[in-house]
């Protein structure tokens, strides 16, 4: 018994030394401001190289480094390839971003083609496939900040079904927008690019995210296609996300344990922050034999399913959690037996509605024969929600069943 044990702790020793000397053939270590670094050998990045960092983080840094060259078999796909005699073999083929941007260049010198022109071809060929079917065009309009620059964009995209009844969706603008975002720019914006692609008179729907200004922007549209071939005079033009509907209606609901959400939020943050946390996160997951291979995933504020991904991938490592807050002095808030239960429960009942966003947000098929039956299944899970033994969802459920009747 001893010695198996001893054997299997040097195949384990073993494994964990050449995968440490793997990665230090790729990393050169130096001493800068009396502080050891490991040097990156193809981008010059330095990391942290003393021995108390080990090298999770070097790992992770060479499977992602620009400026190498993937070699890797893993990273590998096959390629088939014609042999002289007319037969075929297949062989790993590697994709190299230098090597690519290259022959692109090679391509336009060789061939005296502008880049633009090629964009520009492009464009008239999607352009001649959207007007030149019978069909009329969907459009849906999205705005979204992006993050580093605050600046606001506008994307617009035409969905259609050709001669042939295939369904098909093309994004036809992407344009910054300057602020402030008013209806009246908004409007200007969007018919101009209806405008540019020959759509104001073969216009069917409009979809937009159920807010304030694009209702007042969609007044601003009617006046402005107020002349053109709109279906049933322009009463039904204006078409509200049913994804976005959803979306506000759980978030009306999530308030109800938003403590709860918020304290498993925290533990979530602080256990990815830092290769570090991940790695003894992965080692307390090991040593309480969870058979989970989920990945803790964090959520974004503005889109309620990626709490509830979020929330389902903390569930499953409850007792994780537990044990790290005997072992680690900077995690201090741990979340209560409440706060999993109500997290628990709620993701039982939300799980239906994260199914049905996934079903509305599909691009290639049509979803509105989808809409009526599942709204309505919607409401009996409110209902049966409202019956909940426990508090907070019972008060979950009336703040999104209001919330539901408003829609």
Same mark, same amino acid.
């Given at each position: 018994?001893?010695?198996?044990?001893?054997?299997?702790?040097?195949?384990?020793?073993?494994?964990?030394?050449?995968?440490?000397?793997?990665?230090?053939?790729?990393?050169?270590?130096?001493?800068?401001?009396?502080?050891?670094?490991?040097?990156?050998?193809?981008?010059?990045?330095?990391?942290?190289?003393?021995?108390?960092?080990?090298?999770?983080?070097?790992?992770?840094?060479?499977?992602?480094?620009?400026?190498?060259?993937?070699?890797?078999?893993?990273?590998?796909?096959?390629?088939?390839?014609?042999?002289?005699?007319?037969?075929?073999?297949?062989?790993?083929?590697?994709?190299?971003? /230098?090597?690519?941007?290259?022959?692109?260049?090679?391509?336009?010198?060789?061939?005296?083609?502008?880049?633009?022109?090629?964009?520009?071809?492009?464009?008239?060929?999607?352009?001649?496939?959207?007007?030149?079917?019978?069909?009329?065009?969907?459009?849906?309009?999205?705005?979204?900040?992006?993050?580093?620059?605050?600046?606001?964009?506008?994307?617009?995209?035409?969905?259609?079904?050709?001669?042939?009844?295939?369904?098909?969706?093309?994004?036809?603008?992407?344009?910054?927008?300057?602020?402030?975002?008013?209806?009246?720019?908004?409007?200007?914006?969007?018919?101009?690019?209806?405008?540019?692609?020959?759509?104001?008179?073969?216009?069917?729907?409009?979809?937009?995210?159920?807010?304030?200004?694009?209702?007042?922007?969609?007044?601003?549209?009617?006046?402005?296609?107020?002349?053109?071939?709109?279906?049933?005079?322009?009463?039904?033009?204006?078409?509200?996300?049913?994804?976005?509907?959803?979306?506000?209606?759980?978030?009306?609901?999530?308030?109800?344990?938003?403590?709860?959400? /918020?304290?498993?939020?925290?533990?979530?943050?602080?256990?990815?922050?830092?290769?570090?946390?991940? /790695?003894?996160?992965?080692?307390?997951?090991?040593?309480?034999?969870?058979?989970?291979?989920?990945?803790?995933?964090?959520?974004?504020?503005?889109?309620?399913?990626?709490?509830?991904?979020?929330?389902?991938?903390?569930?499953?490592?409850?007792?994780?959690?537990?044990?790290?807050?005997?072992?680690?002095?900077?995690?201090?808030?741990?979340?209560?037996?409440?706060?999993?239960?109500?997290?628990?429960?709620?993701?039982?009942?939300?799980?239906?509605?994260?199914?049905?966003? /996934?079903?509305?947000?599909?691009?290639?098929?049509?979803?509105?024969?989808?809409?009526?039956?599942?709204?309505?299944?919607?409401?009996?899970?409110?209902?049966?929600?409202?019956?909940?033994?426990?508090?907070?969802?019972?008060?979950?459920?009336?703040?999104?069943?209001?919330?539901?009747?408003?829609?």
């Amino acid at each position: 018994m001893t010695a198996t044990k001893s054997n299997v702790d040097s195949e384990k020793n073993e494994t964990k030394r050449k995968l440490t000397l793997f990665v230090w053939n790729h990393f050169k270590k130096q001493k800068i401001n009396e502080v050891d670094k490991a040097v990156c050998n193809y981008c010059q990045k330095k990391l942290g190289g003393s021995s108390k960092n080990r090298t999770t983080h070097l790992r992770d840094h060479f499977n992602i480094c620009p400026l190498r060259k993937h070699r890797d078999i893993k990273q590998s796909i096959l390629n088939p390839r014609k042999k002289k005699d007319g037969s075929t073999s297949l062989a790993a083929h590697n994709f190299d971003q /230098e090597c690519s941007r290259h022959k692109l260049a090679k391509m336009i010198i060789l061939h005296e083609r502008d880049i633009l022109k090629i964009y520009e071809n492009e464009k008239t060929k999607t352009k001649n496939s959207i007007t030149d079917n019978c069909s009329r065009v969907a459009i849906t309009n999205d705005m979204w900040i992006s993050n580093n620059q605050k600046r606001g964009y506008m994307v617009v995209t035409a969905h259609y079904i050709d001669d042939s009844w295939n369904l098909h969706n093309r994004i036809i603008r992407f344009i910054y927008v300057t602020a402030p975002h008013t209806a009246k720019l908004l409007a200007k914006v969007l018919m101009e690019c209806l405008v540019e692609w020959s759509l104001e008179r073969k216009l069917s729907t409009l979809t937009l995210d159920n807010c304030t200004v694009n209702i007042a922007m969609m007044d601003q549209m009617k006046e402005k296609l107020k002349n053109a071939s709109l279906l049933m005079k322009g009463e039904l033009v204006h078409m509200k996300c049913s994804a976005h509907i959803l979306n506000l209606i759980v978030q009306q609901g999530l308030g109800a344990i938003q403590c709860a959400i /918020e304290t498993i939020c925290e533990s979530v943050v602080f256990w990815i922050g830092t290769p570090k946390r991940v /790695e003894k996160f992965e080692e307390a997951k090991k040593g309480l034999s969870c058979a989970s291979n989920k990945k803790l995933v964090l959520d974004c504020k503005t889109r309620w399913n990626s709490t509830y991904l979020m929330l389902t991938s903390a569930i499953v490592y409850k007792d994780v959690f537990s044990r790290l807050i005997h072992t680690e002095k900077n995690y201090k808030r741990e979340p209560s037996e409440r706060d999993w239960l109500l997290a628990k429960v709620m993701c039982e009942k939300l799980k239906f509605f994260y199914h049905v966003t /996934e079903m509305f947000s599909g691009t290639k098929y049509p979803t509105t024969n989808l809409f009526f039956s599942k709204i309505c299944d919607i409401w009996l899970l409110l209902k049966e929600c409202l019956k909940s033994s426990y508090d907070e969802i019972r008060i979950m459920a009336s703040n999104m069943m209001d919330k539901f009747e408003q829609y």
